[in-house]
């Protein structure tokens, strides 16, 4: 109430492996976050309903186990009904170049790397308040390439490469891929809960 001059102290919510991402309709707020071990990640969304006052979680990512990842994060949105939309990607390919863990990612932060995994493309939504989440649904017709990703100091990065916008009716998932024309193009879907 008085333009930013004073805030409130930080306060820790949850414990996660990587990127984050954050929505908010009429009060409710949202975060979605990775939990689990270096080995075996899935994807929670955590809610609040009274200011950060008290959160719940629950796992959206469903019986799906998601490879370590610390840079390509999930696109969340909700609806002013409260519906939570999700998109997601998974790693669809399991060669040992592309298999990471903390200290192989590390060790690529210096110099960069092209990423050699393929990729799929999955969304899946809540109409609880983030209670639960339907089953992931895969979205993308064909594997999506790491190489075809924006490239930034040597590396491919993808943190924006993937979002969702939502109404009350319809979730609009985006993403990006290369079909074999070879121009990478945003493509999307319209899905009605």
């Given amino acids: 109430m008085d333009g930013g001059q004073t ?5 820790p919510i949850l414990e996660t492996w990587g990127p984050i991402n954050s929505a908010s309709a009429n009060g409710s707020f949202s975060i979605v976050y990775r939990v689990g071990t270096e080995d075996e990640q899935q994807l929670a969304v955590s809610t609040t309903v009274d200011n950060g006052q008290t959160w719940q979680s629950a796992i959206a990512s469903g019986d799906i186990i998601l490879a370590f990842e610390a840079d390509k994060g999930p696109g969340i949105s909700m609806a002013p009904d409260g519906t939570i939309d999700l998109v997601f990607y998974v790693q669809d390919s399991t060669t040992e170049e592309c298999v990471m863990n903390v200290e192989r990612w590390q060790q690529t932060l210096p110099f960069g790397r092209i990423d050699p995994c ?5 969304y899946t939504y809540s109409s609880d308040g983030g209670l639960s989440f339907s089953d992931p649904l895969k979205l993308n017709q064909q594997p999506i390439r790491g190489e075809d990703f924006i490239r930034s100091q040597g590396g491919s990065q993808v943190g924006s490469h993937l979002s969702v916008s939502s109404s009350d009716d319809f979730a609009y998932p985006v993403w990006i891929e290369t079909p074999a024309s070879g ?10 809960r």
Wanted: proline letters at 5%.
């Fill in 7 to 11: 805030f409130g102290e930080p306060t």
């Fill in 118 to 122: 393929q990729y799929d493309v999955f």
């Fill in 183 to 192: 121009k990478t193009q945003v493509v999307g879907i319209k899905i009605q």
